[in-house]
């Protein structure tokens, strides 16, 4: 069975960091591409940051160094590791995989979906 679990959202202040894990199993992450993305209420989801297959990495403009993307395929196991949170950050953060070598920001491109975590950044 193919499944994709998120933790690690919590609540911090703004200028604080949270880490997200993205635990898959059933798959290997190593023969997917990897993105996180995230919903805020009345808004829709947007792509935040993506991971190729072959490691090429995109970050939509708004995180670009304040958010790092990794995996550890050792332990099937995508991360999101969050600096310098804003209050806009706060989001419902869902993590995606489709299979091979894809940068895509566009959420139907990808196949498998986590349940999400939900971050909240207070000011």
């Known amino acids: 069975q193919v499944q994709l679990v998120e933790s690690g959202g919590g609540s911090v202040q703004a200028g604080g960091s949270l880490r997200l894990s993205c635990a898959a199993s059933?798959?290997?992450?190593?023969?997917?591409?990897m993105a996180w993305f995230r919903q805020a209420p009345g808004k829709e989801r947007e792509g935040v940051v993506v991971?190729?297959?072959?490691?090429?990495?995109a970050y939509k403009d708004s995180v670009k160094g304040r958010f790092t993307i990794s995996k550890d395929n050792a332990k099937n196991t995508l991360y999101l590791q969050m600096n310098s949170l804003k209050p806009e950050d706060t989001a419902m953060y869902y993590c995606?995989?489709?299979?091979?070598?894809?940068?895509?920001?566009?959420?139907?491109?990808?196949?498998?979906w986590g349940q999400g975590t939900q971050v909240t950044v207070s000011s």
């Open positions: 995606a995989a489709v299979p091979g070598n894809k940068l895509s920001f566009a959420s139907d491109h990808y196949r498998y």
């Open positions: 059933g798959w290997t992450i190593s023969s997917y591409s």
């Open positions: 991971l190729t297959q072959y490691d090429n990495t």
